[in-house]
């Protein structure tokens, strides 16, 4: 008896595969307004961050190395420090909980310090950096 299923090229086959694997849209741009971006991807498709993107108001920017994050401290009052291997990023502000989260998982590409005209457009409930400082690690550890 004949196979019934229709043969598919090499070609076929390939396009077929590209349009499974392909990152499904989510309709939301970065638009850079936000306190951080996230990795849009599932984490199953091995999308985490590589490396955090750490912009400054003042247009300093920082890469980090998820690699060398060895230690997330979250404090009550909106204190965020990540403990690199030789440096300490210290990120305050409010409602950076969800940051903490997404962090822990590497799913954060970018966070981005706000200035206070920022602050005041954004929700109550929306996330906000309002500073970002980089120290170097203490002999040691901090």
Do not use: W
């Amino acid at each position: 008896m004949p196979d019934s299923k229709p043969h598919l090229t090499m070609v076929e086959r390939i396009r077929k595969r590209d349009v499974a694997l392909a990152p499904e849209p989510d309709g939301e741009e970065q638009d850079g307004s936000d306190a951080y971006g996230e990795v849009r991807a599932p984490r199953s498709r091995g999308r985490e961050a590589l490396m955090l993107d750490v912009r400054k108001a003042n247009g300093a920017c920082y890469g980090m190395s998820y690699a060398y994050l060895t230690r997330i401290d979250f404090e009550p009052g909106d204190m965020l420090k990540l403990h690199f291997a030789d440096a300490v990023l210290q990120v305050g502000g409010r409602q950076l909980g969800e940051l903490y989260r997404r962090l822990l998982e590497h799913r954060v590409d970018m966070i981005q310090e706000g200035t206070e005209a920022d602050e005041a457009l954004k929700p109550d409930d929306a996330s906000h950096i309002d500073r970002i400082q980089l120290f170097a690690q203490m002999e040691g550890g901090t």
